[in-house]
C-alpha cells in the first residue's frame, strides 16, 4: 500500500463539451446533469478524511467533472483543501481559464492543471468541438505563468492511433510539463457514426505504437526537453521489460508493487455520490458516499478488485505484481475485469 490515496472526485456532469468517448453521456446526450450540493460536497470531503485516517494515508484529490470549474462551490470548496492542506490536481477543460484564475487556483494549492488532445487539429475537434484543439494549447501558457504543472492527456484509439507521434511534437512546442496517454476503453454505446472508436487496436499496433514513442521521448529527452512524459499505461512495464529498461528484482515478496491501482490506491466519487472502483470500468460502483463509510467500503465491496490470482492471463506472468495492463480496456472488451488485456502482446 502506498502512503498516499487518491480520490478521483467528480463534483458536477456541467461541461462546455460532449465528447465522443465521454464516459459521462456515453450513449446518452439528453442526460440530466447531477451536481453535488454544498451540503454533499463537505460530507464527501469529510468522508475521504476520515478514510485517509483510518489507513494512515494521505489523500490527494482529482478534482473533476464534468467541468468542475462550472460548479457554483468550485472556489468555496478549493478554499477547503487550502483550509486543510489538502493538495489537489484539477482535470478540467481549457475554456474558463486565463491568467487571474490560474493565479486564484495557485494561491489555494492547485498543483497540476489536467486537459486534454486527443488528436491533431481535425482529429481533437472532431472529438470536442471546434476550436477545441488551439484553445488547449494557448492555455497551457496561463497555466504555466501561474506556476501550476500543465498536464496534457492523450485517449488512443482506433482512429488517432497514427497521430500519437505528431501530438507529442505539439505539446513539446506549447511547453507542456506533463504528457502522458491511456487507451479509450470500449462502452458499446457509441452511435453509429462513432465505429472508429470501437474499432480495437492489435497488440502489434499497439506495441508499434509505443516504440514509435519511446523514440521520440529518448530523442526530446537528449535535446534537453523540459516536458516530462509518464509512462501511464501499464504495458509501458511489459514493453520495457522486453527492451531491457525495466528488471525484475532477484527476490520476489509476494507483493503488489506496481500496476493498476483499482483496488490499491484510488477510488472515483460520481456527483450522484456513488463510488466506483474505476470510473473506467462499468459496473464497478461499489457504495455511495452519501449513506456509506468510505473506509467501511475499503475492505468490504472493494475486495473484489484485489483478487490478484484470477487474472486469467497474468497470473501466470512474471510481471504480475508490476503490470496486469488496463483491467478496465479488458472490463470494456471482453465483460471480465479480469480478462487478458486486449492489447497485450505477450505470449504466456
Known amino acids: 500500500m502506498k502512503s498516499y490515496f487518491s480520490f478521483q472526485w467528480h ?11 465521454c464516459y459521462i453521456f456515453s450513449g446518452d446526450i439528453c442526460k440530466k446533469i447531477d451536481s453535488m450540493t454544498w451540503e454533499q460536497i463537505q460530507n464527501t470531503f ?4 476520515d478514510f485517509c485516517e483510518m489507513y494512515d494515508r494521505l489523500p490527494y484529490l482529482y478534482l473533476t467533472g464534468g467541468d468542475p470549474i462550472l460548479h457554483p462551490d468550485f472556489w468555496r470548496l478549493l478554499e477547503l483543501f487550502h483550509e486543510n ?3 489537489f490536481t484539477i482535470m478540467g477543460n481549457p475554456f474558463h481559464l486565463n491568467d487571474e484564475v490560474c493565479r486564484k487556483l495557485k494561491a489555494l494549492g492547485c498543483e497540476k492543471y489536467q486537459m486534454s488532445l486527443d488528436g491533431l487539429r481535425e482529429t481533437h475537434d472532431w472529438f470536442r468541438k471546434p476550436g477545441s484543439f488551439d484553445c488547449t494549447l494557448n492555455k497551457v501558457g496561463c497555466i504555466n505563468r501561474a506556476g501550476i504543472r500543465s498536464v496534457i492527456m492523450t485517449t488512443v484509439s482506433k482512429k488517432n492511433i ?7 511534437d505539439e505539446v513539446v512546442k506549447a511547453g507542456v510539463n506533463v504528457f502522458a496517454f491511456s487507451r479509450y476503453v470500449p462502452s458499446g454505446t457509441r452511435s453509429p457514426g462513432d465505429s472508429k472508436l470501437d474499432d480495437s487496436m492489435t497488440p502489434q499496433e499497439y506495441r508499434a505504437l509505443l516504440a514509435a514513442c519511446d523514440r521520440k521521448f ?18 509501458w512495464t511489459l514493453y520495457e521489460y522486453e527492451t531491457g529498461e525495466f528488471k525484475l528484482p532477484e527476490k520476489t515478496d509476494g507483493k503488489i508493487h506496481g ?15 456513488d463510488i466506483y472502483a474505476c470510473r473506467r470500468v ?14 467501511n467500503v475499503w475492505v468490504t465491496s472493494m475486495e473484489c478488485y484485489r483478487e490478484y490470482t484470477k487474472f486469467s492471463k497474468c497470473a501466470k506472468c512474471e510481471l504480475l505484481a508490476y503490470c496486469r495492463g488496463c483491467p478496465a480496456v479488458a472490463k470494456g472488451t471482453n465483460g471480465d475485469f479480469y480478462a487478458a488485456d486486449p492489447q497485450c502482446w505477450k505470449e504466456i
Open 46 to 49: 469529510y468522508n475521504c478524511l
Open 162 to 168: 497514427g497521430e500519437i507521434t505528431g501530438i507529442i
Open 11 to 21: 463534483i458536477t456532469d456541467n461541461c462546455d463539451q460532449r465528447c465522443k468517448h
Open 282 to 295: 462499468a459496473e464497478s460502483k461499489v457504495g455511495n458516499i452519501f449513506e456509506d463509510r468510505l473506509a
Open 85 to 87: 492542506s489538502v493538495p
Open 259 to 273: 500496476g493498476c491501482n483499482c483496488g490499491n490506491c484510488h477510488i472515483t466519487i460520481l456527483p450522484t455520490g
Open 218 to 235: 529518448k530523442e526530446y529527452e537528449a535535446a534537453g526537453c523540459d516536458t516530462y512524459f509518464n509512462k501511464k499505461d501499464h504495458l
